[in-house]
């Protein structure tokens, strides 16, 4: 009877440290090479859609490899992270805005040339695919408005207003995250990396601002409940192993981050030069309802974490996050534009490994603590 006791009382006290990916995977280089071909004119849609399927199948099977108690698809099939709604638009011009990184390579986004706005294709679909394919259960990433909200050129459309194209894009946007909520998905994460670079291009804050309105003008659409399986991820770019804004400290972002309605923020943290700095200021701005996944993974050092380097990550954030309340994740998708090399397969599929195995073993630390606190 009493050993029965003992064992109920250990297993409460057992500290679970939720752990989920980012979204992306760098694709197989035969994917790459049909997309380009594609791109081209030199392969027909149906072959490179038995490539896409293909690459998906094998980046699951890799997925559930690790041991992964949540898995994305990877987003194999997404062009980026950002622009899978608007491949294939016609009213798009390739000139709009433009995004400097730090080593000085750039991303320029398209400009919309008419309206009315539309996604040519949305999240859903990719989930609906993985779901197909696994018993696992499935995270999905989609865009912020915010992000797409720069497709809008500043000398305006003949005929079509910014205020028509924000309601266009809010309905787009809420149909996004609405249809992976109603297609089961775990949960979902709005990719919010701009949030750092806003500060950059305005630091009176006025577009972060506008940003942060923005997108809760789409959360405010679901109930309670609902924004209890909705997240969003910040960091400060990652593509080709540079950022656009890891110049722009946390402290300045934090809190105006945590006014968005959301529960779950994922949070670059593992590549952080001043982590005791990031802590206090999660502490001091995050809401009581609010989880906070931290990236123990740094995506943009080919140096691979042990797991023992992850759960000491995880002891020092515990001392600073109340632990029903802490998470652990990667600190960027691993290739957030289809094209972006840079980060080997083999690489990211070895540091989501020693995430989960990090985070176990950060569980067994803290359960050993409490446990003997508690006895």
Not at 16 to 32: A, M, Q
Not at 124 to 146: D, E, F, M, R
Request: with cysteine; net charge negative; glycine share 6%.
């Amino acid at each position: 009877m009493h050993h029965c006791k003992l064992f109920h009382h250990h297993k409460r006290l057992y500290m679970k440290i939720p752990t989920e990916p980012i979204g992306s995977i760098p694709r197989p280089k035969y994917l790459l090479d049909a997309m380009a071909a594609f791109a081209k004119s030199e392969i027909k849609q149906e072959e490179l859609s038995i490539l896409f399927n293909k690459a998906l199948v094998e980046t699951i099977i890799e997925f559930e490899a690790t041991g992964s108690p949540v898995i994305t698809d990877g987003e194999q099939n997404k062009p980026s992270f950002a622009t899978y709604p608007i491949a294939g638009l016609q009213t798009l011009a390739p000139d709009g805005v433009i995004i400097p990184f730090a080593d000085g390579h750039t991303r320029q986004l398209p400009k919309l040339t008419a309206g009315p706005f539309k996604y040519q294709a949305h999240a859903s679909s990719y989930l609906k695919t993985a779901k197909s394919i696994t018993a696992l259960p499935v995270k999905q990433a989609v865009i912020s408005v915010s992000a797409l909200s720069l497709l809008y050129p500043q000398e305006g459309i003949d005929g079509y207003t910014q205020e028509q194209f924000i309601d266009d894009l809010l309905n787009e946007a809420e149909k996004d995250i609405r249809d992976c909520l109603n297609a089961g998905a775990y949960n979902v994460q709005v990719d919010f990396t701009e949030a750092r670079l806003a500060i950059k291009l305005d630091p009176s804050k006025g577009l972060l601002k506008a940003f942060i309105d923005l997108n809760n003008r789409v959360l405010n659409r679901f109930s309670v409940e609902e924004r209890k399986r909705i997240g969003v991820h910040t960091c400060p770019g990652g593509d080709h192993d540079s950022t656009h804004s890891a110049d722009i400290s946390y402290t300045e972002l934090l809190p105006y981050l945590f006014e968005l309605n959301a529960s779950n923020f994922y949070l670059e943290y593992a590549a952080e030069k001043d982590k005791q700095t990031v802590l206090q200021a999660i502490k001091e701005t995050a809401k009581p309802t609010h989880k906070i996944f931290i990236g123990v993974t740094d995506v943009l050092d080919p140096q691979v974490e042990t797991a023992e380097q992850v759960k000491d990550l995880i002891l020092e954030a515990a001392e600073v996050i109340p632990l029903e309340r802490l998470g652990t994740t990667d600190d960027c998708g691993f290739s957030p534009f289809a094209d972006d090399t840079s980060t080997s397969r083999q690489t990211a599929f070895a540091k989501i490994r020693a995430r989960i195995e990090g985070t176990l073993l950060a569980e067994k630390a803290l359960t050993k603590t409490h446990f003997s606190i508690a006895g």
